[in-house]
């Protein structure tokens, strides 16, 4: 079987990795990204109506404590728009009970940002080769060897269907999944092994919904399209709308278990019946909805994510590492960073680290 060679691989085609690849373009460095699915982004997922990006992924990013991302943002000339919360909110009690509540701006100020998060990707990857990003590239297994590293890609229980020799490997997936997925030769340590799998992997076990009307019917009556509920399968709402007009959108999180979230067309019959109880009929009429559980994507999830999560982890590099076998293998991926784990901006620090050290 022939072997690629390259100086460094990017396992994982994610905002940290895709930034990792523009990084080491800008050094004039060969690089190859490989990535398990058919298409970039990892958690950036935007699917488009009628020309408006929804956020199935990360939303949000905030400018007052995310330099990184509001910096990358002027840079990549792209532009950002705050969060719709002007109004009341609403909010649903344990027997289905609906009220009028006063409105609960977030501090700071949150910011979305036009075209979608997927407009950051799609940006990033125009300054990297085309041939540089190979997508239905699963790895699985990455062997230390006398003068660095050989990946295989495929799937374990077969023969690989290709290799790759590189001088190191950026690891930018989530360490719960690249230990649950990757097999290590020479084998990692156990203390190092556990503390990748005890990372819990962010929104790996959420499901969010974007739905889309023609007319923003809650703020026409006063209402901010922010609400929360005791009672589900939604927990948690918020305006999702485009910032120039049609089309406008509600968005939010789905608040049961990933283990309870099983029948989709009954989820979704809930989801429109209960928009409807809190925001009124047109809102169990969308125009477009889109749904996405993380829990059952299995390039983001393990067994081990189900269980939701209820605080923010205070994540860092697996046990405190951020290098393994003399710097071949370097960690990235927003679980891994120092500050801003699991949101954009640590996934940006993340791949500057790594690739600070490659």
């Known amino acids: 079987m022939p072997t690629e060679t390259v100086d460094t691989l990017i396992v994982g085609g994610g905002l940290s990795g895709i930034y990792a690849a523009c990084l080491l373009s800008r050094k004039k460095r060969s690089f190859v990204v490989l990535e398990a699915r058919g298409r970039v982004g990892g958690r950036i997922l935007c699917p488009a109506h009628q020309g408006f990006c929804s956020d199935l992924g990360p939303s949000w990013y905030w400018p007052a404590i995310h330099p990184k991302m509001a910096n990358l943002v002027q840079t990549l000339g792209l532009r950002g728009y705050r969060q719709f919360e002007q109004g009341l909110g609403r909010f649903e009690r344990v027997d289905g009970t609906v009220q009028t509540v006063s409105g609960c701006a977030m501090e700071p100020r949150s910011w979305r940002l036009c075209g979608g998060m997927t407009a950051l990707i799609s940006t990033l990857c125009e300054t990297i080769p085309d041939s540089a990003i190979r997508c239905n590239h699963p790895v699985c297994r ?35 999944l690249a230990a649950a997925t990757i097999l290590f030769s020479p084998d990692l340590s156990h203390g190092l092994t556990q503390a990748m799998l005890k990372t819990g992997t962010w929104m790996a076990g959420q499901a969010k919904f974007c739905a889309f009307y023609e007319s923003p019917f809650w703020r026409e009556s006063g209402l901010s399209g922010q609400a929360f509920s005791e009672r589900g399968p939604l927990g948690e709402i918020h305006d999702g709308s485009n910032d120039r007009g049609a089309p406008y959108g509600l968005t939010g999180f789905v608040g049961i278990p990933a283990v309870q979230r099983n029948q989709r ?94």
């Open 142 to 176: 990455i062997e230390k060897t006398t003068d660095g590293v050989r990946v295989s890609v495929g799937d374990l229980e077969k023969a690989p269907r290709c290799r790759f020799k590189a001088g190191r490997v950026i690891l930018a997936l989530p360490p719960r």
């Open 265 to 358: 067309q009954r989820l979704d019959d809930a989801i429109l019946c209960q928009l409807g109880a809190i925001f009124g009929s047109p809102a169990a009429r969308p125009s477009e909805f889109f749904y996405q559980d993380w829990a059952h994507e299995r390039f983001t999830a393990t067994p081990f994510d189900q269980p939701p999560m209820v605080t923010h982890p205070c994540y860092q590099p697996p046990a405190g590492k951020t290098a393994i076998w003399e710097k071949t293998i370097l960690f990235a991926g927003t679980e891994t960073a120092s500050r801003h784990g699991g949101y954009l901006e640590g996934a940006l620090s993340a791949a500057e680290r790594a690739v600070s050290n490659a």
